[in-house]
């Protein structure tokens, strides 16, 4: 009985220690479409939205050119330059998370989902909140904008 009970304790306890999504500082959105339709659609919000689109990275295409099967995963970097140089002047280390990106991919289950870096999340990283206002207002702006590009994007037709 003491068996069972230790390794029950030690099974939430493990369960418990182990990091999720929020934890990672991702937000995750649903999307009622493809992961393809996903990706144009989120390519033409930016367009939209006046976002520089630097990269598209097609992961399960290159898995495939290796031999490897990969549930299908996109990745794009987008940004707006004048927004993410404000988030460096505040704190320089901002760099290695910028430009944003949005991971469009397929899980295990079929369903499709956006993942994107939290921006409150990369100031904590940074230590940038509360350091200057212009810093803690772009921050928020940038949440702001991400909610609204990714609820634009997953909107049923």
């Not at 290796?66 to 995963?73: A, E, F, K, N």
């Not at 206002?133 to 904008?145: M, P, R, Y």
Request: net charge negative; charged share 20%.
């Amino acid at each position: 009985m003491k068996n069972k009970l230790f390794v029950l304790i030690l099974s939430l306890g493990l369960g418990i220690s182990f990091p999720t999504f929020a934890d990672s500082g991702l937000i995750t959105v649903q999307s009622p479409h493809s992961v393809q339709e996903t990706v144009e659609k989120l390519k033409q919000v930016l367009d939209e939205k006046g976002m520089t689109q630097f990269a598209h990275v097609k992961h399960s295409q290159s898995a495939s050119e290796v031999g490897v099967t990969l549930r299908p995963t996109e990745l794009l970097i987008f940004g707006n330059p004048k927004v993410g140089s404000i988030l460096m002047e505040c704190q320089q280390t901002t760099a290695i998370d910028l430009p944003q990106k949005a991971l469009v991919m397929q899980n295990s289950d079929d369903e499709v989902w956006v993942l994107y870096n939290d921006p409150a999340y990369i100031a904590d990283r940074h230590h940038i909140e509360g350091k200057v206002a212009k810093c803690d207002s772009t921050i928020d702006k940038v949440g702001k904008a991400l909610a609204n590009i990714m609820k634009a994007v997953t909107e049923p037709q």
